[in-house]
């Protein structure tokens, strides 16, 4: 899992997400549909590939193709997602990931507030936004330290795909943000969802997630 600690004033909402997502995931919530909507491998999840060539030449070709679309018509919403794909892509790789930490670095996260930056584009002209790239801008979200937008970009997700695992994953975005009552209508939600011989678990999971995120951070941690 990406847990970039270096980082010390987002070490507790990053930690608090990524650890409450892997409970879920280890907790066999594969079977409230969380399944693809939770990555455990991020890298090669998004890039189609394990090892070998890491596709920054393919990535970057496609990143150029995409800006050039998005210059020759502003509001082409399918060129500014597939612009912020590719920027996902390329941060996902080379210089900008260090696979030794399992952690982006100072670049990979610059490439990341690109391809936010041009997923906010897709937002705001896209009739209907691409719910698939909005799992992908979530994951950029919380790896920037910021769990408000992550909720956002999850909120396009269950309005597509009203599922457990969606609103499961939506509440534990909204506590890391601060935001309880969102947090606690998208628990509510996904429990309506779950069967009822699972919903005990995944209760506990999600107020655990709720507990840990309203802790303050450690002492230091306040700011980057």
């Known amino acids: 899992m990406l847990f970039d600690l270096r980082s010390p004033g987002r070490r507790n909402v990053i930690?608090?997400?990524?650890?409450?997502?892997?409970?879920?995931?280890?907790?066999g919530l594969v079977l409230f549909g969380i399944g693809g909507e939770v990555s455990g491998g991020v890298v090669d999840a998004i890039t189609g590939s394990s090892g070998g060539d890491d596709g920054g030449d393919r990535f970057r070709e496609r990143e150029e193709q995409a800006l050039a679309a998005t210059k020759a018509d502003p509001r082409d919403a399918a060129a500014w997602g597939e612009l912020a794909r590719a920027r996902f892509q390329l941060a996902s790789v080379g210089e900008n990931f260090d696979s030794q930490t399992n952690a982006f670095t100072t670049a990979g996260k610059a490439k990341l507030q690109q391809a936010t930056a041009a997923w906010e584009?897709?937002?705001?002209?896209?009739?209907?936004?691409?719910?698939?790239?909005?799992?992908?801008?979530?994951?950029?979200?919380?790896?920037?330290?910021?769990p408000a937008k992550a909720a956002e970009a999850q909120e396009i997700i269950t309005e597509a795909r009203p599922k457990a695992g969606a609103f499961a994953q939506l509440a534990v975005y909204a506590y890391a943000a601060g935001q309880?009552?969102?947090?606690?209508?998208?628990?509510?939600?996904?429990?309506?969802?779950?069967?009822?011989?699972?919903?005990?678990?995944?209760?506990?999971?999600?107020?655990?997630?709720?507990?840990?995120?309203?802790?303050?951070?450690?002492?230091?941690?306040?700011?980057?």
């Open 15 to 27: 930690k608090v997400v990524y650890v409450t997502l892997a409970l879920l995931m280890g907790g």
């Open 121 to 146: 584009q897709h937002v705001e002209v896209a009739r209907t936004p691409d719910d698939r790239l909005a799992a992908t801008m979530a994951q950029a979200y919380v790896e920037l330290g910021e």
């Open 180 to 224: 309880t009552r969102r947090g606690d209508l998208a628990r509510d939600r996904a429990l309506e969802l779950t069967d009822r011989d699972q919903r005990d678990d995944l209760r506990t999971q999600l107020e655990q997630a709720r507990a840990q995120a309203a802790q303050p951070p450690a002492a230091g941690a306040e700011g980057d």
